[in-house]
């Protein structure tokens, strides 16, 4: 109608039987629909529009750390073509790749912690660390554990006799030696044993003691060592076992390793028994004697070539250094350093060849 598509409906009526015909144009009857059909499109482009907006921020999202990674591993890995594989599947390469490498550095650094850990045991009885922190930090680096509240140095000198077969006897000592470091380093506890030389062990112990039962705990490990060591050392080899004073700083084992090989010194200079310890020692030791009036006598009696005198004169300075004090080694090389001080003055003065 009218160049209108129109909706037509009718009805009849029972009563009159008459026919009523309706007739609306479509697009008004429609019209409802039309626009709901509107808004179901437009709000359809715009959810897929903010889903594609979606979809592409969470791509890149998830693909940044993806992209991280492959940078990072073209950066450190030797230039390679990865056109032929996929980006997933370069990365997987990669990672298998690295993973083996680990694996073998990991495996190398496994038969070459013995060799760090003397280093590192060396620097500190050296002294060659800064702080106890630089320590850690070395320690840590190939997954070292050695701490406590306290620290002792236990030095071992073996002092060989004299063989016939010298390589049999060496060989079997370098065999008991292997044993007794194993047992040593079971039967310690938390220690660290280290080789200085052929004929020189050094044993790190830390303790959790406290200070009262710190020399107990000293006297504990070192009577397992001797114990050790007289059940596998040959008798072709003697020991010595000198330990220093206890300290709270790893810094500070250089100055008990110190003390300890002071006392190891001690032992071989005097008959003392196998274990000796630094803070038994009187401090008198460690002062020599060597008077004014001994001097006098000494010149006086070489001056006047009086031989009694002068046998009486030594022997007493052999008696109060060697067998009332003890006087450590550092001390003895003072004490004869100050005796040819006085022979040489004592040569100048008579003129004598």
């Not at 001056?303 to 109060?320: F, H, R, V, W, Y």
Request: hydrophobic share 40%.
């Amino acid at each position: 109608v009218d160049g209108q598509e129109m909706m037509v409906s009718h009805i009849r009526s029972q009563d009159t039987r008459w026919s009523y015909v309706a007739a609306i144009p479509l697009s008004k009857a429609l019209h409802s629909v039309y626009y709901i059909r509107q808004i179901t499109i437009v709000v359809s482009i715009l959810i897929i529009l903010l889903g594609f907006l979606i979809i592409t921020v969470i791509a890149y999202h998830n693909y940044q750390p993806i992209r991280n990674i492959l940078q990072a591993i073209t950066q450190r890995r030797e230039k390679q073509d990865n056109r032929n594989y996929g980006t997933y599947r370069y990365i997987q390469e990669s990672v298998i790749s690295i993973v083996g490498e680990n694996r073998d550095l990991a495996q190398i650094l496994e038969k070459q912690k013995p060799l760090l850990v003397d280093s590192i045991i060396n620097k500190i009885i050296k002294g060659d660390f800064a702080t106890e922190e630089e320590i850690k930090r070395a320690m840590n680096s190939i997954q070292m554990t050695f701490a406590g509240l306290c620290y002792t140095v236990i030095v071992i000198r073996f002092i060989p006799h004299e063989r016939e077969s010298e390589d049999t006897d060496l060989r079997q000592f370098i065999y008991s030696k292997a044993i007794a470091r194993k047992y040593i380093e079971q039967c310690a506890g938390n220690v660290l044993v280290y080789e200085k030389d052929s004929n020189t062990m050094v044993i790190l112990l830390a303790d959790q003691a406290h200070a009262v039962s710190r020399e107990d705990a000293a006297s504990s490990v070192t009577g397992a060592i001797c114990t050790v060591l007289d059940e596998h050392l040959t008798d072709d080899y003697d020991y010595t076992l000198a330990v220093g004073r206890s300290c709270h700083s790893l810094l500070d084992i250089n100055q008990s390793y110190k003390e300890a090989l002071i006392m190891i010194g001690f032992t071989q200079a005097h008959d003392h028994d196998k274990v000796m310890y630094y803070h038994a020692i009187d401090e008198s030791s460690f002062t020599y004697y060597y008077p004014l009036n001994v001097e006098k006598k000494l010149v006086t009696s070489i001056k006047d070539a009086n031989l009694d005198e002068l046998d009486a004169a030594i022997q007493s300075i052999c008696t109060e250094n060697f067998i009332k004090r003890s006087i450590s080694p550092l001390m003895v090389q003072q004490l004869f350093a100050d005796m040819r001080s006085t022979l040489i003055k004592l040569l100048v003065d008579i003129q004598a060849d």
